[in-house]
Nanobody, 123 residues
Framework: QVELVESGGGLVQAGGSLRLSCAAS????????MGWFRQAPGKEREFVAV???????RYADSVKGRFTISRDTAKNTVYLQMNSLKPEDTAVYYC?????????????????WGQGTQVTVPS
């Protein structure tokens, strides 16, 4: 049974940093896209970042230059380093994994989801 478990969320002041982690179990995802999404109160879930099997990455325009996605294939874990946080980054952040292998990095087509971790940046 596949499980994705996020951690690292919390409350941080504007301009601060957080590092989210997503540990996967049940299968390896070294050849799969893994991504981060977020959902703010009253809004739809939105794409944040993806890292592909080759290490290539894509980001939402709203986080480019501030967030960095990375992965440790040995640990079957993906990370999201978030710097220069803004109040508009406040949301529940979800980790996701694509069941299919060797796909180009994408903001869609994810099959497995974590339970989410809250990030709050007070205004």
């Amino acid at each position: 049974q596949v499980e994705l478990v996020e951690s690292g969320g919390g409350l941080v002041q504007a301009g601060g940093s957080l590092r989210l982690s997503c540990a996967a179990s049940g299968r390896t995802f070294s050849r799969n896209n893994m991504g981060w999404f977020r959902q703010a109160p009253g809004k739809e879930r939105e794409f944040v970042a993806v890292i592909g099997w080759s290490g290539s990455t894509r980001y939402a325009d709203s986080v480019k230059g501030r967030f960095t996605i990375s992965r440790d294939t040995a640990k079957n874990t993906v990370y999201l380093q978030m710097n220069s946080l803004k109040p508009e980054d406040t949301a529940v952040y979800y980790c996701a994994a694509d069941r299919d292998t060797y796909r180009a990095p994408s903001n869609r087509g994810y099959d497995y989801w974590g339970q989410g971790t809250q990030v709050t940046v007070p205004s």
